[in-house]
């Protein structure tokens, strides 16, 4: 063995995934094939599925007891991909015992869940990280350059559509399941904190379950955000469109190769008029599509995660990131039920840490 391969075997982060249905089987992947990862556990409570990850995986140990990871002291880090409403105490038992974690979207389902691990965190020293796969997009990371160098000019509005034909969640609506993608890039594309929440959904499929919703944020200095998101949809669509004063932008995400159009469009005010047609004059320029280097997001997000147990430092989508992200679902959870009356975050704002909304 050289005195790299001895480096780098120091630099291996041991980490343990529970549950590896669904979306858990890529990131069972992505960190069978990183080489700062040594994957020592796949835990999920279906045995066969265990198995037929073996091969391609080749965890050093499969098990349905998530307790043997937290009674491991060589575990490092836990990945959380089981369903929502068992995040909140897979993670809190992990933080207790002393291990790093990630959290799959929805981190939690309360708030107040989300403020307790982030305490759990803080007093344990460990890194605390939620899976908001979209901030670590190649096509996000760009218009937010685009933003911050007012390439787009202000920003008026934002709205993004997460629609398809299932998949059918029966713990979790298309809200909870769906908008967290879409909420945690408005959020860090703005960098400013909503002033309401407002949703209209209905539930066909399942009592109380809304398969359809529609939410407004809304920000101070006029910028909005609309969110679509639908299991119930015939079009499968993932885009979010970015309108501001001198550009817009659309990133597609479902495109193979052009993700991204800049649109120079827009509507020029003129001081000096003698008819309305003067005063508005609207812009019809080029479409521009830069060119990104593409990589897969979820490969960027793990060896990100992998980086913070390493160095220490916060997560780019860390707990506080998480909880801003609950606030708004939980505000959008009370808008729903009061028929799409806004929800001021004033109240929730003044209960949390600076850090959060």
């Not at 669904?22 to 556990?41: E, F, I, T």
């Not at 992990?94 to 307790?116: I, M, N, R, T, W």
């Not at 967290?180 to 703005?190: A, F, G, K, W």
Request: charged fraction near 20%.
């Amino acid at each position: 063995m050289t005195v790299e391969t001895v480096a780098a075997d120091k630099q291996q982060v041991s980490v343990g995934v529970v549950g590896v249905g669904g979306w858990g089987k890529n990131l069972a992947r992505n960190y069978s094939q990183l080489p700062g990862a040594q994957l020592r556990y796949l835990c999920d409570l279906d045995q066969s599925l265990l198995e037929s990850l073996q091969q391609s995986c080749r965890p050093q140990n499969i098990t349905t007891e998530f307790s043997d990871l937290l009674n491991d002291p060589d575990l490092q880090a836990v990945i959380i991909a089981t369903p929502g409403p068992t995040h909140y105490e897979l993670a809190k038992q992990a933080l207790l015992c002393g291990k790093d974690v990630y959290v799959e979207k929805p981190f939690v389902l309360k708030s107040a869940q989300a403020q307790d691990l982030i305490e759990l965190a803080q007093e344990h020293n460990s890194v605390l990280m939620v899976g908001h796969l979209l901030e670590y997009h190649p096509v996000v990371e760009k218009l937010k350059q685009l933003i911050e160098s007012g390439e787009l000019g202000d920003i008026h509005y934002i709205y993004s559509q997460r629609l398809n034909l299932g998949t059918v969640r029966p713990d979790e609506s298309a809200l909870w399941s769906l908008a967290p993608h879409d909420i945690s890039v408005i959020l860090y594309l703005l960098g400013k904190t909503p002033t309401d929440i407002a949703a209209r959904g209905q539930a066909y499929l399942q009592e109380n379950i809304e398969d359809v919703t529609f939410l407004n944020i809304n920000f101070d200095g006029k910028t909005m955000a609309n969110v679509h998101v639908s299991w119930l949809d015939p079009h499968k669509t993932r885009k979010i469109t970015i309108v501001g004063s001198k550009r817009m932008a659309v990133f597609d995400d479902l495109e193979p190769s052009e993700k991204l159009r800049i649109y120079d469009k827009g509507v020029d005010i003129n001081t000096n008029y003698d008819s309305f047609a003067e005063y508005i004059g609207l812009r019809f320029g080029e479409i521009s599509i830069p060119h990104i280097k593409m990589g897969e997001p979820l490969r960027t997000e793990c060896e990100h995660f992998l980086g913070c147990v390493r160095s220490r430092q916060t997560p780019k989508s860390d707990g506080y990131d998480g909880l801003r992200v609950v606030q708004i679902l939980e505000a959008a959870d009370a808008s729903l039920q009061q028929n799409g009356h806004p929800v001021s975050l004033a109240d929730s704002s003044d209960d949390q840490s600076g850090a959060a909304l």
